[in-house]
């Protein structure tokens, strides 16, 4: 019997922040200082400083991406458990957390998602969605996300099936409320292929989850 499945991999979800850099010759720059000649003076709102990741400084913090291991360097497993125990050392032992394991959550049955090293688009593997006609709706979920309301998200996603009969949904879960569709991806191909998606939520939402 044929199975069905469908790939993931390198998904993103962000504010959008771009810039563009130049780049010149060293050699070729040159800088000349006249310090009896004053310009513009600086804004006091422009400064500068030496930054580390530091708590949620960073990532959590200034940080644009909102999703946790984006390229699935852990496996997803059943074995939920991405922050450890309040008993680890200092960094999980308040709100202060990093990762020691995925944040994705299977849905479905524990076989719903297994993890595959042929052929990964990145790194060392790629989760793969095992489809059955038993369950409706199979995949993964990512918590703890917070969308204000009125605000664009953009994201991307890169997806491969089995099959173009396979259709993919991406949703938001608000707690305790009524699932809002983000997307929506048919006629997918066995190759990866890029998706993309734009989200505006009409609420602030907190501790909402992305499904897919």
């Not at 390198?10 to 810039?19: K, M, P, Q, T």
């Not at 394991?101 to 299977?106: D, E, H, Q, V």
Request: charged share 20%.
């Amino acid at each position: 019997m044929k199975r069905s499945y469908f790939l993931i991999t390198l998904l993103s979800l962000n504010l959008s922040i771009g810039c563009q850099q130049g780049q010149k010759n060293v050699s070729e720059n040159k800088v000349t200082i006249d310090p009896g000649k004053a310009s513009t003076p600086i804004s006091p709102l422009i400064y500068g400083q030496f930054i580390e990741h530091l708590g949620r400084c960073i990532y959590g913090g200034i940080w644009a991406e909102m999703l946790e291991d984006r390229k699935f360097y852990y496996p997803i497993t059943a074995d939920y458990n991405p922050w450890g125990t309040s008993s680890d050392p200092f960094w999980n032992a308040g709100e202060f957390r990093i990762l020691v394991a995925s944040p994705w959550k299977i849905i479905g049955s524990p076989e719903a998602v297994t993890m595959t090293a042929r052929n990964p688009f990145v790194g060392e593997h790629d989760p793969v969605v095992n489809l059955i006609q038993e369950e409706k709706e199979r995949g993964i979920g990512q918590e703890g996300l917070v969308f204000e309301a009125n605000r664009e998200y953009t994201g991307s996603i890169y997806l491969a099936a089995s099959s173009t009969d396979i259709t993919v949904k991406l949703r938001v879960i608000p707690t305790n409320n009524d699932p809002i569709p983000m997307a929506e991806y048919t006629g997918l191909k066995n190759e990866y292929g890029r998706y993309e998606f734009k989200f505006i939520s009409h609420e602030d939402l907190d501790e909402a989850s992305l499904d897919i």
